[in-house]
Nanobody, 113 residues
């Protein structure tokens, strides 16, 4: 079965850290650009971070300097290290490749002040 599975979310205090994981099963996305997105209640999904097959990365201005995207080709997994979390980072975080495939369930991140 081809699917994306996100994990690692949780409830943290402002200033805390979380590491999210996104693993693809049934498909190899080694050559694909992979993105992390987030969607807060009542808002549209936004692109947070991206990593190309060659390792080039990019970030939304709102997370630059706090979030780090990386990938482990052997594990077919993409990570999002989130430091110095803020209440406005609260959202459901999801990953997807370029071009997109079926979305996984995402993982909830809640940052309490």
């Amino acid at each position: 079965q081809v699917r994306l599975v996100e994990s690692g979310g949780g409830l943290v205090l402002a200033g805390g850290s979380l590491r999210l994981s996104c693993t693809a099963s049934g498909i190899d996305f080694t050559i694909n650009t992979m993105n992390w997105y987030r969607q807060a209640p009542g808002k549209q999904r936004e692109l947070v971070a991206t990593v190309t097959g060659g390792g080039n990365v990019g970030y939304a201005d709102s997370v630059k300097g706090r979030f780090t995207i990386s990938r482990d080709f052997a594990k077919n997994t993409v990570y999002l290290q989130m430091n110095n979390l803020k209440p406005e980072d609260t959202a459901v975080y999801s990953c997807n490749r370029v071009p997109p495939m079926a979305w996984g369930q995402g993982t909830q991140v809640t940052v309490s002040s």
